[in-house]
């Protein structure tokens, strides 16, 4: 395979097809070029080629930012006893120690140290996600990146050699990139039936959790804090006989996890419900973000091959592309706009400080209204649009994507689209958003 270069040093394999093409296209007509170049994109994911080039291309997420950082000396990871770097890069990437949730189940890379004594703790804040496993030998990162998705990284938690994050190199992809992550590098919340070791019974069926999900497949091999009245859900039980059946009620409701497993061996006590709530709709949001963000790339690169070939204007956008970027968009808002939503049929309250300093992180207009604000009684946030819109990764959407999401959105929000998918937004809700975000973000001033 021919290594994909950006600085002309080698022809990518997408490059050499248009040359050949172009011959073709003089004696065979368009439609061999058509053929040809999707016959060659099979041969990887188109992430992996220009104008993506998701594996060689510079990075700047947070993670990358604060290895920068560590090299410059301009800041320093200390190792506890217990926890190794865990405390200390947390608070260098400015994670909160209440966004904690546990997973018992062995549905990540260091599986052999997962189980439902020993649960893998991950941490999160808008941009990234720290796993970590007790006697673990890596923390894990997935961090955000604008342009490029979601990128992978372990630090080991050795402390024989400096801290040093090390970028995954394509291997998280094999479960981070799919039709579960919306074909793009990304971020998942699975459910699954797990057994007393924590393996997924995977022939019971699995699922991708995000704020649509019904309630009682959620949380499959995870524990739970918090009340949620009579709605049940997957958490805090095993699956033990072989009709694949799990006792939710005994899982429901759970203050204290100490029945579980010592929980004295975690930084907190809790796996936040409200924390799991928000992680499910943040992780697909951002999937969505990036997918609208490749898909333009890719229509625009190939858009002005085509121009090239057919001798029109160099910046001309022909109508397919278009009709993927404009389909793009909506994918956006779709999720922006909690479409879809799973109605809670009960009120839902944590165990920990996260709901509190979530919504304390939000810009406020001045009626002190921020998109971070939470329901919790019959959905998500009082406000039903995403606050990743105020995110990196949608400020630095393509101009011709985030375009249509900002025109549709205030289309959508002045009450002049009254399409049957936004019918779930009130005129008051719809008023009110609109009122936040002309106070709030700069795109609506």
Known sequence: MVSLHSNGAAPSALGRSITAAKLRVISGGLFCLVFWMAS??????????????????????????????????EVALNSDPRFGYLPSVLEALDVPLSSQTLVFSKTSLQLHRISPRRPRALYFNDDVYVGYCQHGDVLEFAST???????????????????????????????????RTQNVPGFLIRS??????????????????????????RWGG????????????????ICSDEAHELDRESGANQDDLGEFFRTDSYLTPHSDIVALMVLEHQTQMHNAITAANFETRQALHQSYQMNELLEREPDFISESATRRIDSSADRVLKYLLMCDEFALTDSVAG???????????????S???????????????????????????????????????????KNILSGDDQSETYQHLSDTMRREILEILKATHPDFQ
């Not at 995870?222 to 039980?237: A, C, E, F, K, L």
């Open 40 to 73: 060659s994109a099979s041969a990887q994911p188109d992430f992996e080629r220009p104008p993506i080039d998701y594996l060689n291309a510079e990075v700047n997420d947070p993670v990358a930012r604060l290895a920068k950082r560590i090299e410059a000396g």
């Open 145 to 179: 990146d604008a342009k490029q998705g979601a990128i992978f990284y372990t630090l080991s938690q050795s402390k024989e050699k400096e801290p040093e994050f090390v970028r995954d190199r394509g291997g998280c992809l094999s479960c981070h990139a799919s039709s």
């Open 192 to 217: 699954v039936f797990a057994d007393a070791a924590g393996r997924p019974k995977l022939g019971s069926g699995t699922f991708t959790t995000d704020h649509t999900s019904p309630f009682d497949e």
């Open 222 to 237: 995870w524990y739970v804090t918090g009340s949620h009245g009579s709605m049940r859900h997957m958490g805090n039980v």
């Open 351 to 365: 165990t920990s400080t996260f709901a509190k300093e979530f919504a304390s992180m939000g810009p406020r207009d």
């Open 367 to 409: 009626e002190q209204r921020s998109l971070r604000d939470l329901d919790l009684e019959t959905r998500l946030f009082r406000y039903p649009c995403s606050y990743l819109i105020y995110s990196d990764s949608f400020t630095e959407l393509p101009s011709e994507v985030k375009a249509r999401v900002l025109e549709k959105l």
